[in-house]
């Protein structure tokens, strides 16, 4: 085992004797918006943990009160049992941050970068660095200016799991991703799970939060409305239909796992759960002369589950 690996192993031990992550009561408010409100939530170690939620939610707020950012109103966080607002520089020695708009240094070239970086945090994993840079198929004689968003995108990612941190704060890390760079992204999610490492996983992607997270958190105008594993949040799990028929529109109001059913003239649109062979019987023989399904969007769950979506911006410019 080499010297960083026993390093890491050791410092791992002492530091994760508390839950990586742990809030209290966390609330912020900018003036009359409440932007987050009496958040208790906790991360362990080695767990990845998802919030989820709209744009305007509350997550990038969540964020930067846990970086230390930003001041709480009331309440407060740990990490690692370090209070994030007055120790933020022990604390941030634990972890690494990826934001998903990176400022970045144009006239560096990546290898510049990431170097520098490493140095900011103190430790990296130089064999671990070179297996990243060749999964996320970074070219790094290249400067950052030259880099598209997507590219960007991958140089923060590597470094920030090239330092193999014990906690991960990661917001909107896929922004930019070509599907195959987002597979690369939850390989290394994986690893960083089976190393004990601990995650905080923010996004509006719904798929994104199911693939990895052992746990979701569900946010909607700065209050945590529900929290468990994806076995305890199958409820969020459905898919839209829409039917076009030549004659007249079934009614599927009574179709098992069949909800939210609107008729649109000569066409249905619903959404289902579970299986799709009551449906399929329903729709037999009624003249369908075109079938779709998809995902339902993040704005369309929550609108079945919670409510209305909010539509305001609090928090910060990009509405989390």
């Not at 890491?8 to 932007?35: M, N």
């Not at 599927?252 to 069949?258: A, K, M």
Request: hydrophobic residues 40%; charged residues 25%; contains cysteine.
């Amino acid at each position: 085992m080499g010297r960083f690996a026993q390093r890491s192993l050791l410092e791992r031990g002492r530091r994760l004797s508390t839950p990586a992550i742990r809030t209290f009561a966390l609330s912020k408010h900018f003036g009359a918006t409440q932007a987050l409100r009496d958040l208790d939530l906790e991360v362990g170690e080695g767990e990845v943990v998802g919030c989820l939620g709209p744009n305007g939610a509350g997550k990038t707020t969540l964020i930067r009160l846990l970086l230390g950012l930003l001041i709480p109103s009331g309440g407060r966080g740990e990490i690692f049992g370090l209070d994030c607002h007055r120790q933020t520089v022990e604390a941030h020695r634990r972890l690494a941050y990826v934001a998903g708009e990176a400022s970045l240094w144009p006239t560096l070239t990546v290898s510049e970068t990431l170097h520098l970086l490493g140095q900011v945090q103190g430790h990296v994993d130089p064999d671990y660095r070179d297996v990243l840079v060749e999964r996320f198929d970074l070219d790094v004689s290249k400067k950052v200016r030259a880099l598209s968003k997507g590219n960007r995108q991958k140089l923060i990612l590597v470094a920030a799991l090239m330092t193999r941190p014990d906690l991960l704060i990661l917001d909107e890390p896929t922004s930019g991703l070509d599907p195959l760079m987002e597979q690369a992204f939850r390989k290394c999610i994986g690893e960083a799970r089976e190393r004990g490492q601990s995650v905080l996983l923010s996004s509006h992607i719904l798929s994104e939060v199911e693939v990895l997270c052992d746990r979701i958190g569900i946010l909607r105008e700065g209050v945590l409305v529900e929290i468990g594993t994806m076995a305890q949040m199958r409820h969020l799990s459905a898919f839209l239909v829409e039917a076009t028929f030549d004659g007249a529109v079934p009614d599927l109001s009574q179709v098992p796992g069949v909800s939210m059913v609107e008729v649109l003239g000569a066409a249905v649109k619903c959404q289902v759960r579970g299986s799709v062979e009551p449906l399929l019987r329903a729709l037999a023989g009624s003249g369908v002369r075109e079938l779709l399904s998809r995902e339902p969007s993040l704005e369309e769950l929550f609108l079945a589950h919670y409510g209305a979506a909010p539509t305001r911006e609090i928090g910060s410019p990009d509405g989390g």
